[in-house]
Each structure stands twice: as structure tokens, then as C-alpha cells.
């Protein structure tokens, strides 16, 4: 079945560490482009960190020095390990697989649910 599935959301202080997890049954899915993306409250969604199949890592500039992306694909999973988080970190995360080009540009084909951090100060 093509679908991910995120763990590791939760609360943490401003200073804190967490690591996110996204986990899929197929193997097709663990082949592809991995990313993850969030939206925090009254924003729009934005790719935070992607990872391609032959492991070339791209991170949003204002993350780059706290935030790591990485892949098992023997597991069939990907990871966003955060620290030092800050209060501006809240936000719902989002991983995605396979990546495409459609009319508004490019995209991931396959979502998760979300999982949520929420970084009190």
C-alpha cells in the first residue's frame, strides 16, 4: 500500500532536541525523492529539507545549521532530526515521497498525515 506514516511529533522546549520519523510499507515508495515539509498556524505549507534517491541533501536556509535530513531505505524510512529547536519550529510536519511536476510546479506525489512539534519557550 503506498502510503507514510510520521512518529516522533510532540512538545519540547526552546533549546531542545527531536527527531522525526516517516515510515512506509512500499517499496516503491522507498526508492523515491524523500522531503519534509510544515505549516505552522495561519502560514502556508514549505519544504523544510529534501532528500534525493541518490542521497543529495537540500535544507531551507534558516534550518540548515539545526536541522539534518536523512534515509534507510533498507528500513523503508526517512528522518528530520531537529535541534536546538525554536518556539518558530511549531508547526505541523509533513513527509512526502516521490517527487513530480505538475501545473503549479514541482511537488511530492505521496503525503503523510502530519505529525505535530510544538517548541514552548
Known amino acids: 500500500q503506498d502510503e507514510l506514516v510520521e512518529s516522533g511529533g510532540g512538545s519540547v522546549q526552546a533549546g531542545g532536541s527531536l527527531k522525526l520519523s516517516c515510515a512506509t510499507s512500499?517499496?516503491?515508495?522507498?526508492?523515491?525523492?524523500k522531503a519534509w515539509y510544515r505549516q505552522a498556524p495561519g502560514k502556508e505549507r514549505e519544504l523544510v529539507a529534501a532528500i534525493s534517491k541518490d542521497f543529495i541533501t537540500t535544507v531551507k536556509d534558516s534550518v540548515k545549521d539545526r536541522f539534518t535530513i536523512s534515509r534507510d531505505d533498507a528500513e523503508k524510512m526517512h528522518y528530520l532530526e531537529m535541534n536546538r529547536l525554536k518556539t518558530e519550529d511549531t508547526a505541523v510536519y509533513y513527509c512526502a515521497a516521490c517527487r513530480v511536476y505538475r501545473n503549479e510546479g514541482w511537488t511530492y506525489r505521496f503525503w503523510g498525515q502530519g505529525t505535530l512539534l510544538t517548541v514552548s519557550s
Open positions: 512500499s517499496s516503491i515508495l522507498a526508492e523515491c525523492d
